[in-house]
């Protein structure tokens, strides 16, 4: 399994390629606004932590768009900055249109905002790269998870499509766990969760006890 990054923060994106050896980096609009800076600048220096890797970077295009022609005019202006820029693209029906319109001209679209396996299939269809279901927010409206992301990749391995999935909107460790077994190819997820998913409490109860007994240990 792949991970990515849930993020705009460039420190944070740093530090999850080089001590925790990421594979890719999502952002969108309320994580580059959380970065402070503005957006061509942002990714554009994400980029540049990219640069001459096969990470994946998934850049959104403005939310405002309701025509497949605006998404993919900025789709591949956007995909020109990075080879490594994939363009995200919501899952309305200019977003479904957008996919193939890009990929005639080489670019990758990670369709995102997907609830359902129905939509998750009509992104496979039109040759998405990446598909993201959300679990967390549907989770908070009480729908089970789970069995969202498993028929997801049944119906890809059925067909043969090419289309990854990138679970999103991940909350915490178990919801990791929960991606990994129903079988997704990529879990994207922010900062803290990871930290703390790659935390447990007793391991620091046991690293204090070696300590203590390597400390009471002659060494020769």
């Known amino acids: 399994m792949k991970f990515f990054l849930d993020s ?3 420190e944070e994106i740093e530090h999850a390629f080089t001590m925790w050896g ?9 994580h580059v606004q959380a970065s402070g800076k503005p957006f061509l600048k942002v990714i554009r220096e994400i980029a ?15 939310p405002h768009h309701n ?10 202006r956007l995909a020109a900055i990075s080879p490594n820029f994939v363009i995200k693209l919501p899952a309305t029906e200019a977003g479904f249109k957008a996919i193939p319109l890009l ?12 609830f359902s396996a129905a939509q998750a299939l009509q992104a496979m269809r039109m040759g998405a790269t990446f598909v993201s279901p959300f679990i967390g927010w549907k989770e908070n ?3 089970e998870i789970v069995s969202m992301i498993e028929e997801i990749v049944t119906i890809r391995d059925n067909y043969g499509f090419e289309t990854e999935v990138l679970v999103a909107a991940v909350r915490n460790g178990r919801h990791i766990v929960e991606a990994a077994v129903a ?3 990529i879990v994207t997820a922010g900062f803290a969760v990871f930290q703390d998913a790659f935390d447990h409490p007793y391991t620091g109860v046991g690293l204090a006890r070696f300590q203590s007994s390597w400390d009471q240990t002659p060494y020769e």
């Not at 540049?48 to 403005?62: K, M, Y």
């Not at 990929?103 to 997907?114: D, F, Q, S, W, Y």
């Open 141 to 143: 409206n009480g729908e």
């Open 22 to 30: 990421f594979d890719g980096v999502t952002t969108n609009p309320r």
């Open 103 to 114: 990929k005639e001209h080489g670019v990758r679209a990670n369709l995102t905002l997907v």
């Open 48 to 62: 540049a932590l990219a640069a001459g890797t096969d990470r994946a970077i998934s850049v959104e295009v403005n």
């Open 8 to 10: 705009a923060i460039v």
């Open 67 to 76: 025509d497949p022609g605006a998404m993919v005019e900025e789709g591949l």
């Open 183 to 185: 079988g997704a190819d």
